[in-house]
């Protein structure tokens, strides 16, 4: 890869050691795509984590002196406060959290810890070059917004953010950005959950790819995207796609597959959703959690949350768990919703992942989600994932099934 | 009987050298679905599902999952010293790359014959991804 006289000044340790292991990672990922050089980006976003591999690198280039030239925002970790004042956080964990905080404060990053940060906190436009990590925002810029990105790590993220570039390759060539599968959608996708199982079902027959869809009849909402985002990303890795129409960068499909044809093409009708919902139905019975906003629930969706619980009263042996972004929240506050849910026996909590070690006391729990994506990473003994609407019912109840 | 040789070309990604029992993965992996005090893949549905990977040279057509639990799962197999000893991979990708970079295991791809035909679970494989080599000793069938 070809290198300016800075860039090989960085990598000799000239500004320090942070910006040099930062520059290190970036070049070793231009090296084994065949990038012939680096590109500026204009913003980025780490999907922090608060877990020990994470701490590692930011801490490496905390401790090197290296800070973000461009803003760069992050992922939730855990509201420690939140937490510690209910459950018994393990220590050593809280620990490695707290320390994955104070480490992306050191590198300058904008501490947004939320996963939907193109809501509010970092919002890229048309055509931007960007350096955007976490799964489900990845796809979001590229395909909902048209920014280009690369499926970043947290780590390659943060070094771009660092360097203010990132190695040209990908989907930063417009070449590579041309559609593989064609989908075609004879399904009615009435609501966010019938998105949700869209990304599940889409995710797991094309594993790795772009698909561009055919037959989606109205535009899908914001919610809708981000469902189908995030959750293309768990059985699968599906870092854009196209609904010409209604997504920016490509008018038809013929454009979206850039005059070429698919690779492959598969229908979705009623039935593929039908029995992705069925292997989602793990357990019925007796639920002691409800877990929502995973992703981060966006300012409409806790609205939701609070209309569907307005004036009644969750089951006395069940948790109520709403994660959102702080912006939100505080809208939500202005709103009354979050004095809706906390009527009703809820949690609003920010800054929050589900996936995180906060959550141990549902460790042998049997639950309930919205987000297959949630139920996947096995947090909870068991969490089973059905519409919002459901959720709050079984949460009332106390019982699904 | 000397047991078939194979040396085949390949492209390194991230450098080392790491040798040890192949193990075959027809489908993506995430390595947070493993146990990382054992090596063990949990993840129920996986045609790995209880397979140790601890050690191994693992051959897998790419990885898969949310960005942050994949590198958060090699690095905990690694300081449990049950990370592979070496990765071969179809179809490379940054998270990947990050991992194996994090965590010092030397990754490499385009093996001039497909690993997939060429390599089977328990063949033995010398990865040396400085030297862009791949060395692979045939099970005694």
């Given amino acids: 890869m070809y290198l300016t006289r800075e860039e090989e000044r960085i990598l000799d340790g000239e500004f320090g050691e942070g910006t040099q292991k930062a520059l290190e990672l970036l070049v070793a990922i231009g090296d084994a795509y065949d990038a012939e050089k680096m590109i500026p980006i204009s913003r980025a976003h780490a999907a922090s984590s608060g877990q020990e591999g994470d701490l590692y690198f930011v801490e490496l280039l905390a401790k090197g002196g290296a800070y973000c030239k461009v803003l760069t925002s992050t992922n939730p970790v855990y509201d420690i406060k939140y937490f510690d004042n209910l459950f018994e956080v393990p220590k050593d964990e809280a620990e490695v959290a707290r320390r994955v905080m104070e480490a992306y404060k050191r590198v300058g990053a904008i501490l947004s810890w939320s996963c939907i940060p193109y809501m509010a906190e970092n919002i890229p436009l048309y055509g931007e070059t960007v350096a955007f990590s976490e799964s489900s925002a990845t796809p979001y810029v590229n395909s909902v917004i048209g920014a280009r990105t690369n499926r970043e790590a947290a780590q390659s993220a943060l070094a771009a953010g660092v360097i203010g570039k990132t190695p040209k390759y990908g989907l930063h060539i417009k070449e590579n950005r041309k559609g593989t599968n064609l989908v075609k959608v004879e399904a009615t996708l009435k609501d966010e959950f019938d998105y949700t199982l869209l990304g599940y079902y889409v995710g797991k027959q094309i594993g790795y790819g772009i698909p561009v869809f055919t037959g989606i009849k109205r535009q899908p909402s914001t919610e809708e995207l981000i469902n189908f985002c995030a959750m293309s990303n768990v059985p699968g890795a599906i870092s854009m796609f196209y609904i010409p129409g209604f997504t920016v960068e490509a008018s038809t499909v013929e454009e979206a597959f850039q005059g070429g044809s698919p690779e492959d093409k598969i229908t979705v009708t009623d039935y593929e959703l039908k029995q992705c919902y069925e292997e989602l139905q793990t357990t019925s019975g007796k639920i002691d959690f409800v877990m929502l906003g995973c992703p981060h629930y966006t300012l409409k969706q806790v609205g939701e949350v609070a209309r569907l619980l307005n004036g009644k009263k969750i089951h006395d042996g069940v948790s109520f768990w709403v994660c959102t972004s702080a912006t939100a929240k505080v809208l939500a506050e202005r709103n009354g919703y979050v004095d809706t849910i906390k009527r009703a026996g809820g949690h609003v909590v920010v800054d929050t992942c589900i996936d995180e070690p906060c959550w141990i006391a549902y460790k042998n729990k049997v639950g309930m989600t919205d987000s297959p994506k949630c139920a996947y990473y096995r947090r909870f003994k068991e969490a089973m994932v059905t519409r919002l609407q459901d959720c709050v019912e079984a949460a009332i109840e106390g019982r699904w099934g | ?141």
């Fill in chain 2, 1 to 141: 009987m000397k047991n078939l040789e194979i040396t085949l070309k390949c492209h390194k990604i991230v450098g080392g050298y790491g040798e040890g029992e192949a193990l075959v993965s027809n489908e993506p992996i995430c390595f947070y679905l493993t146990d990382p005090k054992t090596g063990i893949v949990r993840e129920r549905s996986h045609e790995l599902a209880g397979k140790n990977l601890a050690n191994k040279v693992l051959v897998f057509p790419s990885g898969k999952a949310s960005s942050v639990v994949q590198i958060d799962g090699l690095f905990k197999l690694a300081s449990h010293n049950n990370a592979p000893k070496a990765m071969i991979v179809k179809d490379v990708e940054t998270v990947l790359i990050v991992s194996a970079f994090m965590v010092k295991v030397p990754l490499v791809d385009r093996l001039e014959r497909d690993p997939f035909e060429t390599i089977q679970t328990g063949d033995f494989i010398k990865v040396n991804a400085e030297k862009g080599i791949v060395i692979i000793t045939k099970r005694e069938s």
